[in-house]
């Protein structure tokens, strides 16, 4: 299949402190994603980094992506309470493949 | 903000019985996604749909599944006969641009077979 692991499975930190996941995949990609879930509710685009691409950032978040060992991570900088949420990084294969393949998703706990 | 709007949002059925989960995409998207995710569980591919045709399908779509775009606006989902299993949650998705590959998700139909 396409898709790994990611971990931590669960993550819980304080208000303030650096969030890092991480997500490893199988195949080639041309992209990875990454995600986010409130608790019952859809899931929201929140960064896209290209198979040719290393790092990227956008606001608080920075995601790296390294292709040989077929890994990504996502850091979330200065963490707040309402970053609390599941975080699922997704691949998007090569040859015209349309749909993404989802992990298993991080949940993350950030205490005031 | 375009978003995708899902209907209903929650829908309790008896094992067997047809269900038919309704999607509105964003209008000028080309591409339309289902997708579920089994409680506490990772989202999983079910179908992509383009040009009023499946385009992709995972082995999860079996014959019980189908999809249309009966009219300009709606994208349905179709599950003829229900089993236990497929209790989960149906997120649709759209995107403009396939090469991107960024997509927009509803906020789900919960789907609770008894």
């Known amino acids: 299949s396409q898709q790994g692991e990611e971990d931590p499975q669960a993550l819980s930190i304080q208000e303030g402190e650096n969030a890092t996941m991480n997500c490893s995949y199988k195949t080639s990609i041309n992209n990875l994603q990454w995600y986010r879930q409130n608790s019952g509710r859809g899931l929201v685009h929140l960064i896209l980094?290209?198979?040719?691409?290393r790092e990227k950032h956008s606001g608080r978040l920075r995601v790296t992506l390294d292709t040989s060992k077929k890994s990504s991570s996502l850091l979330i900088t200065a963490s707040r309470a309402a970053d609390t949420a599941s975080y699922f990084c997704?691949?998007?294969?090569?040859?015209?493949?349309?749909?993404?393949?989802f992990g298993q998703g991080t949940r993350l706990t950030i205490n005031p | 903000e375009p978003e995708v709007t899902q209907t209903p949002s929650h829908q309790v059925t008896q094992m067997g019985q047809e269900v038919i989960l309704r999607c509105v995409p964003i209008s000028n998207h080309l591409y339309f996604y289902w997708y579920r995710q089994i409680l506490g569980q990772k989202v999983e591919f079910l179908v992509s749909f383009y040009n009023n045709e499946i385009s992709e399908k995972s082995e999860i779509f079996d014959d019980q599944f189908s999809v249309e775009r009966p009219d300009g606006s709606n994208f349905t989902l179709k599950i003829r006969s229900t089993k236990l299993e497929d209790s989960a949650m149906y997120f649709c998705?759209?995107?403009?641009?396939?090469?991107?590959?960024?997509?927009?998700f509803g906020e789900g139909s919960r789907l609770t077979v008894l």
């Open positions: 997704a691949t998007k294969g090569v040859q015209g493949a349309q749909k993404l393949v």
């Open positions: 980094i290209r198979s040719n691409e």
């Open positions: 998705a759209s995107n403009q641009d396939r090469s991107t590959g960024e997509l927009f």
